[in-house]
């Protein structure tokens, strides 16, 4: 117990400073003296409602059979002594070095979830396709999900074996480097993302010059965020869902906006959507998620480390600590149940930025009524769930519902 000690201490101290930086730096109120009543049957008509609700009665078994199937796979992997099999087999031929088991390893047991969950996958898509939002065809979707398997397991691969390598170095003190590392990786990977990443998936290119490209630029000057281009992806070979973003941040931050908006919403909207992102942008939203995010990741090192000094648990996956390569299932599991169990926290915060960056919006323009008009052409051309279930919004709503932001704009206008 007293070896645990200093690691459930600093696990206190870390959600404390994590506590106090939310405190501080999440918009709590974005719009004093507001009192916004979200009304579906005033924003949308019923035809609009019928077809978001077939949409999503059609998306939903799927989606969340998916999830269940996934953490199913990784559960078994992980409390049972199969995964530590895989572990070791797939480094076998290599010469079964402890690298090798991670690296391989993590790649093996991250390749064999997937595989698992592909059949819902393509029932997915098919329904994306059924009601136009996909315009992919079979092979390049196939692409995308080898591409995004091998994203997500490379980067969990390099973090792990950062945390297996400070672990057999300093078996002691491994979690307190292991925090450090991870909470740098955060970081850089963030910094890098924009660089690395986006590029695997999209074509960038600078916006045409026009009257659109000088008119954001000059709306960029006027909220004082310093902007030399507008970047346009070419969302369109995917879909024709409707967005815009902001990442990176230093000399890596972009604003990004997709082709599919520039060839649908008149220049106005494009305009009322770059002010939500310029609003991201003033405020160093990317740079402040990606220090907060840091944090919690240092904190989810500590509470790994805790986890994994109760030996029932270790035994149960055939795995003798950190150091140990066989622990990679269970490390699996635990990063997966804890990413569920912490969504509702993390995207809470994320809603309440995302309001923020609109009423930002509506500063800057203005326009209430082009606010509003964007806003209803995002739901509907991407059937965004107009009435999401309490739990769906919890766990899965990064951003508030649309009718949240029409009655915001609605407040905004009573307001001025
Ligand atoms: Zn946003």
New binding site residues.
């Given amino acids: 117990m007293t070896r645990r000690l200093p690691t459930a201490l600093t696990l206190a101290g870390l959600l404390v400073a994590l506590a106090v930086a939310l405190a501080v730096t999440v918009p709590w109120t974005v719009l004093p003296g507001a009192d916004p009543q979200p009304d579906v049957v005033r924003d949308f008509t019923p035809a609009q409602l019928a077809r978001e609700v077939a949409f999503h009665d059609a998306l939903r078994p799927a989606a969340y059979a998916n999830l269940v199937l996934g953490l199913a796979v990784t559960a078994l992997l992980g409390l049972t002594r199969a995964g530590a099999r895989v572990v070791t087999a797939v480094a076998r031929p290599l010469g079964g070095g402890w690298g090798w088991q991670v690296l391989l390893g993590t790649l093996a047991l991250t390749v064999l979830g997937r595989l698992a969950t592909v059949p819902l996958s393509v029932r997915g898509e098919t329904v994306l396709r059924e009601y136009g939002l996909s315009t992919q065809t079979w092979g390049s979707w196939s692409l995308d999900v080898v591409k995004g398997a091998g994203v997500s397991a490379g980067l969990t691969a390099l973090a792990l074996l950062a945390l297996v390598a400070l672990a057999r170095a300093a078996p002691r003190t491994w979690w307190a480097w292991g925090a450090l590392a991870t909470a740098g990786l955060v970081v850089a990977g963030s910094f890098a993302y924009p660089l690395v990443v986006e590029p695997v998936f999209n074509d960038f290119r600078p916006l045409a010059a026009g009257e659109l490209r000088e008119d954001l630029l000059a709306l960029a000057e006027r909220d004082g965020v310093p902007v030399d281009e507008v970047l346009v992806a070419d969302a369109s070979r995917r879909t024709t869902a409707l967005n815009a973003?902001?990442s990176g941040f230093g000399s890596s931050r972009r604003i990004v906006v997709y082709d599919t908006l520039l060839a649908q919403a008149p220049a106005a909207e494009v305009e009322l959507v770059v002010a939500?992102?310029l609003?991201?942008a003033e405020r160093r939203d990317v740079l402040v998620g990606t220090l907060l995010g840091a944090l919690g990741t240092a904190a989810v090192v500590c509470g790994l480390a805790l986890l994994l000094s109760w030996s029932p648990l270790l035994r149960r996956a055939g795995a003798s600590g950190m150091a140990d390569p066989r622990v990679i299932p269970l490390v699996l599991l635990l990063l997966a149940v804890g990413g569920l169990v912490l969504a509702p926290a993390t995207n809470l915060v994320s809603r309440r930025?995302?309001a923020r960056?609109d009423v930002h919006s509506l500063d800057l323009t203005r326009d209430p009524a082009t606010f509003s008009a964007s806003q209803r052409r995002l739901a509907v051309t991407n059937l965004s769930d107009l009435e999401p279930h309490p739990l769906a919004y919890a766990f899965f709503a990064t951003?508030p519902g649309v009718t949240e932001r029409l009655a915001l704009a609605r407040e905004w206008e009573r307001l001025r």
């Fill in positions: 973003y902001v939500h992102e609003g991201h930025v995302e960056a951003h």
